[in-house]
């Protein structure tokens, strides 16, 4: 079994930043996928940015150029770096691991951007 525990989120003014992380534990192989979703009220959930194990990374264009995704792979561990924040980054984030046939997912964690 694989958990996820998020850090980092909470209340910020527009233009500022916040660091996300994501701690994987359990059974999760060397070759896999790591990354961030994010979802707002009344909204579905889309991907925000996520990172394979190899270090490509897939970056959504709404935060492309303001928010970074970085992992350390000894730690199993995914970071998100949110620079300039805007009310529309307000949503509930939430970590996401995968790999072969399975798809894991963590609690969330609220970030509110306030104007």
């Known amino acids: 079994q694989v958990q996820l525990v998020e850090s980092g989120g909470g209340l910020v003014q527009t233009g500022g930043s916040l660091r996300l992380s994501c701690a994987a534990s359990g059974s999760i192989p060397r070759i896999n996928v790591m990354g961030w979703y994010r979802q707002a009220p009344g909204k579905e959930r889309e991907l925000v940015a996520v990172?394979?194990?190899?270090?490509?990374?897939n970056v959504a264009d709404s935060v492309k150029g303001r928010f970074t995704i970085s992992r350390d792979n000894a730690q199993n561990t995914v970071y998100l770096q949110m620079n300039s924040l805007t009310p529309d980054d307000t949503a509930v984030y939430y970590c996401?691991?995968?790999?072969?046939?399975?798809?894991?997912w963590g609690k969330g964690i609220l970030v509110t951007v306030s104007s």
């Open positions: 990172t394979i194990s190899g270090g490509a990374t």
């Open positions: 996401n691991v995968k790999f072969i046939g399975m798809n894991y």
